[in-house]
């Protein structure tokens, strides 16, 4: 017996792949891929040639997308379908490290 999860994560992603990937399609992919926090925290664009962007809100947030983008890949394509996503690009980034000051 299958679980309602399982069967609807099923059903929704047979309702992703039909047709050509639109922004749309990744929004709601993206959300259940990653969950409605980090989807919150974050603002994703889709590029040519299945590429997508990924904005975090703050460095907190991009730490966590760069630890799971691989994890993150592999769920979005599941659900679009093999190869929809070819490539996951964080952009902004954190700010960088501030040198401390030395006295003179």
């Not at 691989?70 to 996951?88: E, Y």
Request: net charge positive; glycine share 8%.
């Amino acid at each position: 017996m299958q679980s309602l999860r399982d069967l609807s994560s099923g059903a929704l992603a047979a309702l992703l792949r039909q047709g050509t990937l639109s922004q749309a399609k990744l929004d709601v992919a993206w959300q259940a891929a990653v969950g409605a926090a980090v989807s919150r925290a974050t603002t994703v664009r889709l590029r040519d040639a299945g590429v997508v962007e990924a904005e975090a809100a703050d460095q907190r947030w991009h730490r966590e997308l760069e630890r799971s983008s691989p994890m993150i890949l592999d769920r979005l394509n599941a659900l679009l379908g093999a190869g929809a996503v070819t490539r996951l690009v964080l952009v902004g980034g954190p700010a960088p490290s501030r040198r401390p000051r030395t006295r003179k």
